[in-house]
Structures are given as C-alpha cells and as structure tokens.
C-alpha cells in the first residue's frame, strides 16, 4: 500500500524565487595578476598626469618629473606581463593587438596601455637623455606633444579599469557604473601621488612634497566620496562589497587606514614642520598606506563581483 | 539565413538527449559526476564543456481541491542574443557572429581572458578548465577511444579558452540539423529558420492559451536592456526566474556611457585640482 503523502500546504513552489538557489551568472575568473593589474594601471595612469604637472624648469620638480616618468614606464612594461600571467601563454596577448574593438574596453584598455607605454617610453629616453645616461641628442626622441598625451592616455588608462569591471553582466559591478570607474580614477591619482611622494622621501627631495601630498587629498577625497555615495547608490547589489567581512576590509583599509589617515599626516605635514627624518617616515608611512588602501580597493571589488555573481536574486534583476 | 532554436519546454521529457548528443557530437569531455539532489538534474548550468542543460522543476501547489503537481524540464543553451554581450566584450575577435546568425567562438583567437565570462547577462560562456593529466576534473574516458588523445591535446591547447554552444556550426555548414534538435525525441527543441521559429512559437503559445495553459514566450521578442531578441528562445509555463532565465537581462555595453563619463569629468576635475595646485607656490 502506498503511504499518502503529504506535501507541507504552507510551501507554494510556484513562489520559489530561484532555480535552486544556484547562481544564473558565472563568477569572474580573476586573481591576483588581474587585481594587480587594475592596482598598477591606475598608479601608471595617475603618474601620466604627475609628470606633466612637475615643472620642468624647477630643479626639485625635475627630479619628480623624471622619476614620474621612469616609473610611469617601468609600470607600462610590467603590466603586460602580469596579464600574460593571467593569460597563460604570452602569444595570446598578441590576439588583442588583431583588433581595435571599441564596444570592448578591455579592447581599448589594451591599445591604451600600448599606445601609453609609447608615450612613456619616450618621455622616459628624454629624461635619461637629459641626465646624460643616454647619449644627449636622443632627447629629441620625445616631442613636447608627447607630455600632454601621456596624461591624456594616462587618465584613460586609469579609468578604463573602472569601465572595464562596471560595463558588465555583474550586478554589483554593474550597479558601480558611475561610482567604480570614478574611484578607479581617483585612487590611481592617489596612489601615484603617494608613489611619487615616497620616492621623493627616499631621494631627500623634499621641495615637491608638499603639492604632491595636497593634490593626494584631493584624489583621496574624491575616492571616499565616490565610495560613501556607491553605498548609498548600490543598495543591495553592493551588499557583497560593503557588508560583512569584505566590507570591514574595505573600511578599515581602504576608507580609513588607506585615505582617512593619510590625510590626516599629510595635512599633519602642512601645519607643523617636522624634523627632516620624521617627516621622511610621516611620508613613507602615509605612502604606504595609501597604496595599500588602493591595492585593497581593487582586490575587493574583485572579489565582491564574485559574490554577486553567485547570487540569482540579483542577477535576475539587474540595476539599471 | 539567421538560424536559431525555439525550445517549447511543454514538449520536453527530461531525457537528456540533448546533452549527451551535444558532449558526443562536439567532443565535450564528462565534467564528472555529482549528486545534487535538485529532482533529476545533475548537471546543474551551461559551462564551457556543457552547452546544453537540461532544468528539472519539481513544483507541488495546495489548492481548494487539494494538492496539485507539475515537473517542469526545460533544454537551456546559448541565446545567441541580437546584441550579444559576450561578443560586444571580447577583445580579441575571437567571438564573431558567423553566417547562420549565431554567436561563434574561434577557440584559436581566443585568449582566455574570461571577459565574455563576465558580459554574458545569461551566465551561459565559461572558460573550459585547463586539461590537468592528473586531475579528475574531466573524465577523458568518456570520450571516443580513436579520438581520446586528439582531444586531450586539444583541450590542453586550448585549457583556459571560453567554451559555449556553436549552434552546431560545422553540421550547420553541411546542412545537418544541429545535433541536440537532431537528437529530441519530442521536437521540443525546434531547429530552422528563425524567423520561422518566430512565428510557430507566438501560434504555439497562442493554441496553448486556448487550452487553458500558461504559456509566455521568452526571447521571441525583445528581452529588453539593449539585449534585443534571442536567437534560441523558449516557451515556459513559469516566470522565467524559475528556468534560472533573468527577468531583465541588461547588455553590459549600455553602461559605458555612463562609466566612461564618470571617469572622463574626474580626471578632469583633479587635473584642474592639481594645475591650481601645482601652478601656486
């Protein structure tokens, strides 16, 4: 005989919001190298803009002219490797050279990172033509248009990373698309503002600090602001980024330890005058802890993407 | 001509045939085993080795004259979208949209960045994980003996690569019905013309309607967010949601504007921050 069954009346599978609770979307298969990447695109694209600010006709400004730019390039030839990591084989960065896509920012990203690493390459043969390592008359490799376009090109790389991640199928991403590549932006100028700085502290160059540190709190707070009003914005697709476990990281080392802080020193550093070694690790600590915060930022956004894309419930509704 | 797929989930019996026509006739390893206790589907969703996935949907509904029951299986797989995503994103050409209409991975091009993985607002391309000789991942047994290492080397090639539906491009090019229609035994996956299909899937839902049966349409029109309408669309007797379908996909293209915008007037702002900046003192 066949026991009755007896289903639970208070359960309507009709209601049954999702397909099991398994995801509709696949998770990004991004790790480190492609966090490092975006962390060192915006440093690249920040320094773009530094090298053109720093008068050249000021001795210390010079220095962080030239050293904007030998860094600016050394970072423009470092991230195609690190994406050739992520790749897998180094020829496969090469089928992004068959094209030029522009629905694709990765597409675009990569011809700005090309046509940047050009750009840089030169000013920095200019610089090392300059200070006599290399033979003198190869300083006229670099025209002064190529100034300019280094900031231009570095200004979109910077914020092409943001695009990148916000003009997807991810919800939370997606829920980013003005807030993420804003914050891109600003956090890239932000850490190539404190990179700046801490060479500036190793070479004992004190003179541009102190520019280099008020235009980081302007980048500084224009990351805070683009991230307070990105939780406001996001609701609850931005719940895997700015809530839990994630979300403190974020906090503690992006917000406050990454932008709060630095701020706080660099400001300490504009009111009181302290004795040349202090202030020499006063910049070297608010250095580092505004490149932390940066790096921090990309990782989180990463990984929050992942999240989300595991959640059904928001992909089946996407943020307009 | 545009081909396409019209999926009439009423049809459908849960049998399978489809995916293993599909992992036969296109050389997909097994992705394993495992047992998810979801009614009959194991498979679980569309990845870079599984292009067509069967949904079971076990659904009992109190109602006045007691306790009703319906099994809903529906045959997903690649929509290849009017606006497709997947191809807006990739960087390499890699993804084009071939002759028959479909959205068509070129394995050779493809780089493996996983950036269509990542724009495709119905989850369907994945990347196909690097064959791993000591590895479970796949079960290279479970291919053709003649053609095992072939295959092995091609998926080692071409480990990392994005993998999804062809629309059975090759069988398309010799006339032959792509192999999962080919292969249902109920005509619930329908292969032809699309336009075609078009028209069969409104009068189908149409003469369902009339039989008191909640039938919508998915795809057949324009599924909104700039997606446009599917070239593999579906006929369900459920909000899409149940299917693992989204109720209002977007097309990640549309949110460049808005993005590059963004970023455009903050460098802007900070440049003009940092020429007041460094201009003074």
Not at chain 1, 95 to 110: A, D, H, T
Not at chain 2, 242 to 255: F, H, K, M
Request: hydrophobic share 40%.
């Amino acid at each position: 005989m066949l026991s009755e069954f007896t289903p639970d009346q208070t359960v309507d599978d009709r209601r049954r919001p999702t397909y099991y609770d398994l995801p509709l979307l696949k998770a990004p298969h991004w790790e480190w190298n492609v966090v490092t990447y975006l962390f060192l695109g915006g440093i690249m694209g920040g320094l773009g803009l530094i090298q053109l600010l720093a008068d050249g006709r000021k001795e210390s400004e010079r220095t962080l002219k030239r050293d904007a730019r030998i860094t600016a390039f050394a970072l423009a030839a470092a991230n195609p490797a690190i994406l050739i990591t992520h790749l897998g084989r180094p020829e496969r960065f090469l089928n992004m050279m068959r094209i030029v896509k522009f629905k694709s920012p990765m597409s675009l990203g990569v011809w700005g990172l090309v046509l940047y690493s050009g750009a840089a390459g030169a000013n920095m043969v200019r610089e090392l033509a300059l200070e006599g390592v290399l033979p003198r008359w190869l300083r006229f490799i670099a025209p002064g248009f190529l100034t300019p376009m280094q900031a231009l090109l570095g200004a979109f790389t910077a914020g092409y990373t943001g695009v990148l991640l916000s003009a997807t199928a991810n919800p939370f991403w997606g829920s980013g698309k003005r807030h993420i590549p804003t914050a891109s932006v600003a956090s890239g100028l932000a850490s190539a503002c404190a990179l700046s700085s801490l060479l500036c502290a190793i070479e004992g160059n004190t003179e541009p600090l102190h520019k280099l540190e008020r235009l980081e709190m302007a980048a500084g707070a224009t990351e805070l602001l683009a991230l307070v009003d990105f939780r406001r914005a996001s609701g609850e697709y931005g719940k895997p980024f700015f809530e839990g476990a994630r979300g403190k990281k974020l906090r503690d080392t992006t917000m406050i330890a990454g932008t709060l802080v630095p701020m706080a020193l660099n400001l300490l550093g504009s009111i009181i005058k302290l004795p040349k070694p202090v202030d020499a690790v006063r910049v070297a600590v608010a250095s580092i802890l505004t490149l932390t915060g940066g790096y921090v930022l990309r990782e989180s956004l990463i990984e929050a993407g992942k999240d989300s894309a595991r959640d059904p419930r928001a992909a089946f509704r996407q943020p307009t | 001509m545009a081909t396409g797929f019209f999926t009439d989930t009423t049809l459908c019996i849960g049998c399978k045939a489809c995916e293993v026509a599909c992992k036969q006739w296109n050389e997909l390893p097994s992705d394993g085993f495992s047992f998810t206790g979801n009614s009959y589907d194991n498979t679980s969703e569309l990845s870079g080795t599984t292009w067509r996935h069967v949904a079971f949907i076990e659904q009992t509904t109190a109602t006045e004259d007691g306790v009703e029951n319906r099994w809903l299986m529906s045959s997903d797989v690649c929509k290849h979208c009017t606006n497709a995503g997947c191809l807006e994103a990739c960087p390499t050409g890699a993804i084009i949209r071939n002759e028959f209409d479909s959205v068509f991975i070129q394995p050779d091009i493809c780089n493996g960045c996983g950036y269509c993985v990542v724009s495709c607002p119905f989850g369907v391309v994945d990347l196909i994980a690097k064959f791993d000789p000591d590895g479970s991942h796949y079960n290279v047994a479970s291919l053709m003996e003649e053609r095992r290492e072939e295959r092995q080397t091609a998926l080692q090639n071409n480990g990392g690569v994005a993998g999804k539906c062809t629309l059975c491009y090759d069988r398309q090019t010799l006339g032959f019905t792509p192999a999962c229609a080919k292969a249902c035994p109920t005509e619930s996956i329908q292969f032809g013309d699309v336009e075609e299909l078009r028209e069969r899937a409104r009068k189908r839902a149409v003469t369902l309607a009339g039989r008191g049966v909640d039938a919508q349409l998915y795809g057949v029109d324009d599924v909104g967010g700039g997606v446009g309408p599917l070239n593999a669309f579906f006929l369900l007797t459920d909000r899409p949601e149940a299917y693992n379908l989204p109720a209002a996909p977007v097309l990640p293209s549309t949110r460049q504007p808005a993005g590059y915008t963004a970023a455009a007037l903050t460098a802007l702002g900070l440049a003009v921050a940092g020429w007041m900046i460094f201009r003074n003192a």
